[in-house]
């Protein structure tokens, strides 16, 4: 298990520029993710209808459209806007949204005083979801890319002779995963790095551990499979690159697309991605122990593709050899 640990660590000599690369961005992903959640954040964006100026709804909170004319209510399904604020003068406003009760209140004490402080509510994000959440996308790539030895004994034929080798299939596996779970050290130690540094990274560095285990287990075994499936590396890497992109996009890796849109939310809730985003607000709030089903989905679904993977090389492999 060790040589082939080794083994795959001097296969990385040819590909180094790429893992650098790769290496910066994730790193780079940390840095804007800490800078933007010290930043205000926009709690929605609102059309005012009014015959005068805005004055009266002038608050860090919210972006602020003035116009003449009442938009069509389709804007509002169309996310053009989070509500559209009606000027009835006197201090009388019509407030239609699509959002919930909560952000409709806060509408309404805005609008009394625009210089009222908005308490931080239970989905808002430090700047640890931030983190892993800008994380996410990139880790999911680097799994594909870091089981590249794996994907090569394959297609080279290399598999077959391993696997009648005295060498154990278990162990090979294993070194291959550890191989992938180094990728997750560097950011790992960014964290760390920023933490003596004195920054508020919102996590404790035991936390990202975990975190990241639940992340590499989720990432390594897809990749796992997927390679396993395809013939070419090539194929698997890209699929699965475009799958992770486009599935932790939705999740709300950079950007919560939940805005209490019950359609939108059944859509994208079967996501691992979402589901790893809700269990890191969940720690966010300290409700981690009341809230498991987040972490035991992924891990169940991770088991799952491991399992589907791991069955299927054996009969390949072991078995016929």
Known sequence: MIDILKNDFCRV?????????????????????????????????IAFVTAGSAQSLDTKYLTVEVMKQKPLASALVRQEYDAIVTDRGSGRYDIETLRN???????????KNPQAQIPAQKNDRNVG??????????????????????????????????????????????????????SFVPPWATLAVLKAA???IGFSLGEYAGL?????????SFALLLNTLLKKPDNAN?????VMIVTSTLAGC????????AVLDHFIKILPQKQFMDFAVNLQNG???????????????????????????????????
């Open 212 to 220: 990241l285990l639940i992340l590499a287990a989720l990432g390594s």
């Open 238 to 242: 890209m699929l699965g690159s475009s």
């Open 129 to 182: 979801v931030n983190v892993v959440g800008f994380l996410m996308i990139f880790l999911g790539m680097s799994a594909f890319f870091y089981f590249f030895p794996f994907a090569e004994d394959k297609e080279q034929g290399q598999l077959l002779r391993i696997s009648a080798s005295p060498l154990s299939f278990n162990r090979y596996l294993a070194a291959h995963f550890a191989f992938c779970l180094c």
């Open 287 to 321: 409700e981690v122990w009341q809230n498991l089903f987040p972490v035991l989905y992924i891990l169940v679904l991770s088991l799952v593709m491991f399992g589907v993977a791991y069955a299927k090389l054996r009969h390949d492999y072991v078995e016929r050899a």
């Open 13 to 45: 000599r040819p590909r180094l520029g790429s893992i650098l690369t790769m290496l910066l961005m994730t790193i780079a992903s940390i840095f804007f993710a800490v800078y933007v959640t010290g930043v205000q954040q926009v709690k929605g964006h």
């Open 198 to 200: 004195g920054w508020n």
């Open 101 to 111: 009760e909560e952000f409709k209140n806060m509408l309404q004490l805005l609008l």
């Open 254 to 261: 950079f950007y919560s697309f939940s805005k209490n849109n």
